[in-house]
């Protein structure tokens, strides 16, 4: 099983970048899958999430600006980012399948970076 995030990059303030994750394997259709990141020096951090169902739940420092979405069809995870911030520069994370109290899959993660 395997996730690879893409879609990071450089962007200025106020501008919009769209993250992918590509799973690997069955059975992610059933599985929460999310997003996190985690800036320099801080905590990673849930971003978003998204259950089986499309049910979404976002961190109060993104909601209105980002939109999570996933397409089963093709076991692939999205964030839309609109409105970046520089707050939003960080390593982004991809995560599937929350069970026991954890994320049983990571990706390896790919950089954000928002300039004023």
Request: aromatic content about 12%; hydrophobic content about 30%; some cysteine.
């Amino acid at each position: 099983v395997q996730l690879e995030e893409s879609g990071g990059g450089s962007v200025q303030a106020g501008g919009s970048l769209k993250l992918s994750c590509a799973a690997s394997g069955d059975g992610f259709s059933n599985c929460r899958m999310g997003w996190h990141r985690q800036a320099p020096g801080k905590e990673r951090e849930l971003v978003s999430r998204i259950l089986f169902d499309g049910t979404t739940n976002y961190a109060d420092s993104v909601r209105g600006r980002f939109t999570i979405s996933r397409d089963n069809a093709k076991n692939t995870l999205y964030l839309q980012m609109n409105s970046l911030k520089t707050d939003d520069t960080a390593v982004y994370y991809c995560a599937a399948c929350f069970m026991n109290y954890q994320w049983q899959y990571w990706g390896q993660g790919t950089q954000v970076t928002v300039s004023s």
